[in-house]
């Protein structure tokens, strides 16, 4: 059974830093994008970034852009999201999702169609 498993959200103000992770299990990923996304109250689920296969490459929404870094470690079969710069805009339930398409190429994913596996999510609320 494939399981993705996000920690790390809380509470923080604003300026702070929280890093996110999600841990998979029931199959390895090292061959997929994965990806964050969030979804604040009262909006529709928003693409936030996404790591290529390789950890390479990574793809950022433009609002978190220079604030948010991801990484991965494929031997953990493990992705991050490190968030600086927090702002209470980014409070949210974030999500990591992966590619069900290994060893993507060209254009990367940012729609949440193209993500098979998702996580439970972890709350982040950014406070003013």
């Known amino acids: 059974q494939v399981q993705l498993v996000e920690s790390g959200g809380g509470l923080v103000q604003a300026g702070g830093s929280l890093r996110l992770s999600c841990a998979a299990s029931?199959?390895?990923?090292?061959?997929?994008?994965m990806g964050w996304f969030r979804q604040a109250p009262g909006k529709d689920r928003e693409f936030v970034g996404t790591i290529s296969w390789s950890g390479g490459n990574t793809y950022y929404a433009d609002s978190v852009k220079g604030r948010f870094t991801i990484s991965r470690d494929n031997a953990k079969n493990t992705v991050y999201l490190q968030m600086n710069s927090l702002k209470p805009e980014d409070t949210a339930v974030y999500y990591c999702a992966a590619d069900g398409s290994p060893l993507r190429v060209g254009r990367p994913p940012v729609y949440q169609d193209e993500y098979d596996y998702w996580g439970q999510g972890t709350q982040v609320t950014v406070s003013s």
């Open positions: 029931g199959r390895t990923f090292s061959d997929a994008f």
